[in-house]
């Protein structure tokens, strides 16, 4: 959402562009006053089109700029059949989430829903490898679950032997 201002003002500067450009032509008076509405009208479509398109999923393959990014992690997801694989996704350095819509296929769902499984087991999430490179390779799993977090040190006082209590007895 940060970024629609700087892309409206780059619609406005080449609508603006493109007026100047065909009021300056050498034409008759109406072809230059159609063209000066025809950018006015450019201007109103490409803001309602770019605030329309912030309430839905972005595809993964049009993710140009994060192409990059080696892992996300998947915050939540709904699986359509036959339709998409809707993602939430946490990426490192960009602050909140975003949405993403990937194409449907079998294989993908179901490593996503095993992956889901697997969190809600071990109460941890899950990750996803490359979401935005365009692969056909399936042989590794996009989507993993997190490994179980290791238990915190049990506190210990190093004066003394360590004594282990079996439940219902008394030292």
Known sequence: M????????ATVLLAS???S??????RKLWVKGSAVVTASLLLVVGYASLADLLSKPKPVNLEWVKRNVPEATVLSASIEEGQ???????IAGIAGPRSYV???DQETAEQLQSALEDAETNG????????FEPSLDTREPKFYALPQP?????DRD???PMVYEHPGTEI
């Open 2 to 9: 940060e970024n629609l201002i700087y892309l409206f003002g």
């Open 17 to 19: 562009l493109l007026a």
């Open 21 to 26: 450009i065909s009021i300056w032509a050498p």
């Open 84 to 90: 998409g694989i809707y993602l939430w996704l946490q």
């Open 102 to 104: 990937m194409p449907w």
């Open 124 to 131: 941890n999430g899950v990750r996803m490898i490359a979401p």
């Open 150 to 154: 290791a238990l915190p040190p049990k």
């Open 158 to 160: 190093h004066r003394g």
